[in-house]
Nanobody
Framework: QVQLVESGGGLVQPGGSLRLSCPAS????????IGWFRQAPGKEREGISC????????YYAPSVKGRFTISRDNAKNTFTLQMDSLKPEDTGVYYC????????????????????WGQGTQVTVSS
């Protein structure tokens, strides 16, 4: 049974930081793409950062580029999203996902190609 369990969400003031973590069980991340997706209130879910299995170059949505950093630790079968300089518009439910996805740039963040998803964690940026 494959499980992804996000953690690290919460309430933070504008300009603050959060680190989301997504440990995976039942599925090796070594040969899989990983991604973080966000669903803001009243909006569709969007891919904000994804990286292919063997790539060192991540895709970042323009809205988060320069502020968010995706990383993986294959030894721990975990991946993370470091979020800095948070803005109110970053508020939403964040989901981690993994799967046998290939591609680069925004193509690596096609959510319908991701097989396994976490349950989501709420991030609220507000003063």
């Amino acid at each position: 049974q494959v499980q992804l369990v996000e953690s690290g969400g919460g309430l933070v003031q504008p300009g603050g930081s959060l680190r989301l973590s997504c440990p995976a069980s039942g599925f090796p991340l070594d040969y899989s793409a990983i991604g973080w997706f966000r669903q803001a209130p009243g909006k569709e879910r969007e891919g904000i950062s994804c990286i292919a299995a063997s790539s060192t170059v991540a895709y970042y949505a323009p809205s988060v580029k320069g502020r968010f950093t995706i990383s993986r630790d294959n030894a721990k079968n975990t991946f993370t999203l470091q979020m800095d300089s948070l803005k109110p518009e970053d508020t939403g439910v964040y989901y981690c996902a993994t799967g046998r996805v290939v591609g680069s740039g925004p193509l690596i963040c096609r959510e319908h190609e991701y097989d396994y998803w976490g349950q989501g964690t709420q991030v609220t940026v507000s003063s």
